[in-house]
């Protein structure tokens, strides 16, 4: 089993730059087919985010993050990080990093392993 740890969460105004982390001990992220990131605001359903392929050869974004987040990989590190830009109220949630064995599972929810998440609040 994997363990995720998640790190970069905070304070931000709108239109800044925030970029979290997500490290993994225990199996290392090779192992497993992709990586990714979900979030859940305050009321509402966690949503998926984006995700990552093991090489990084494969990304895939929701729509509402798509040329503002990005999910670079460093898997020397066993760190999977979350690019965001040009962030917006809207943004505001707990995110969390997460492991599963394809887009397609990652995509729908279907995760192996969830990280303990970090806080992101973006003020206007």
């Known amino acids: 089993q994997v363990q995720l740890v998640e790190s970069g969460g905070g304070l931000v105004q709108a239109g800044g730059s925030l970029r979290l982390s997500c490290a993994a001990s225990g199996r290392t992220f090779s192992v497993f087919y992709v990586t990714g990131w979900f979030r859940q605001a305050a009321g509402k359903d966690r949503e998926f985010v984006a995700v990552t392929s093991w090489n990084g050869g494969i990304t895939q974004y929701a729509d509402s993050v798509k040329g503002r987040f990005t999910i670079p990989r460093d898997n020397s590190k066993n760190t999977v990080y979350l690019q965001m830009n040009s962030l917006k109220p809207e943004d505001t949630a707990v995110y969390y990093c997460?492991?599963?064995?394809?887009?397609?599972?990652?995509?729908?929810?279907?995760?192996?392993?969830w990280g303990q998440g970090t806080q992101v609040t973006v003020s206007s």
């Open positions: 997460a492991v599963s064995g394809s887009v397609a599972a990652m995509t729908s929810g279907s995760v192996i392993s």
